[in-house]
């Protein structure tokens, strides 16, 4: 068990509002991302930090924005959730060096209506 | 641009046969592959990866091959068991930068059958 819980499990949100998804690790890793998984994609990365306030983009991070206040906690917000925004959100660690494997939380299925 | 392909988005094998599940790639600085299962419902969980530096890599019953030429990897489970059903994806992280950014494929699903 990697220590990765996301909240919520699962959401329904109505276009135009806005949605913070939260990651908390108990283990106190550097590295941590968020993914989402669609259907004919795979997971794509959205945003990854490397420790607390170092964030950068992935390869879809339009329309999201992230937050690392603490080490412990890395949030993902949708400012206004759109249709396209409809997925299943996975956080995850990596738990030791470089090309360690990536550790993922059991996800967020978020559906905007 | 779909830089890491897995052309067959499902496959059937029987109990006890061998399953072969494949992925392509078309980044040439990729350096690092991993395969990773998922069940309904919950997350990505690794199995194995493979270093460019190698074209084998070997854990119990499942076996990753690296074709650098052929810009191909493959993994081999043998015997394969009804608790091996689940989609399994391929992902790559370049050589360049240290974050371990992973690109994924699109998953294969894989049934084992009594």
């Known amino acids: 068990d990697a220590g990765i819980t996301q909240s919520p499990r699962h959401k329904v949100t109505e276009t135009g509002t806005p949605v913070t998804l939260r990651c908390h690790q108990t283990?106190?890793?550097?590295?941590m991302y968020w993914y989402r998984q669609d259907p004919g994609h795979g997971l794509r990365l959205i945003h990854y930090?490397?420790?607390?306030?170092?964030?950068d983009k992935g390869e879809v991070s339009d329309g999201y924005s992230v937050s690392r206040s603490k080490t412990e906690d890395f949030l993902l917000t949708l400012e206004s959730a759109t249709s396209s925004q409809t997925s299943v959100y996975f956080c995850?660690?990596?738990?030791?060096?470089?090309?360690?494997?990536?550790?993922f939380g059991n996800g967020t299925r978020l559906t905007v209506t | 641009d779909q830089q890491v392909k897995q052309n067959s988005p499902s496959l059937s094998v029987q109990e006890g046969r061998i399953s072969i599940l494949n992925c392509d790639y078309t980044n040439s600085m990729f350096d690092y592959f991993l395969w990773y299962k998922k069940y309904p419902a919950e997350g990505p969980t690794f199995l194995i990866s493979?270093?460019?530096?190698?074209d084998k890599n070997e854990d119990g019953r499942f076996t990753v091959f690296l074709n650098k030429s052929a810009k191909h990897l493959s993994l081999h489970i043998v015997p394969s068991q009804p608790g091996d059903s689940a989609v399994y994806f391929c992902?790559?992280?370049?050589?360049?930068?240290?974050?371990?950014?992973?690109?994924f494929g699109t998953g294969t699903r894989l049934q084992v059958t009594l």
């Open positions: 995850a660690i990596r738990q030791g060096d470089y090309n360690s494997p990536l550790h």
């Open positions: 283990e106190n890793h550097r590295y």
């Open positions: 992902a790559a992280v370049p050589n360049t930068g240290t974050a371990s950014k992973l690109t």
């Open positions: 930090s490397y420790g607390v306030k170092d964030t």
């Open positions: 493979i270093s460019s530096i190698k």
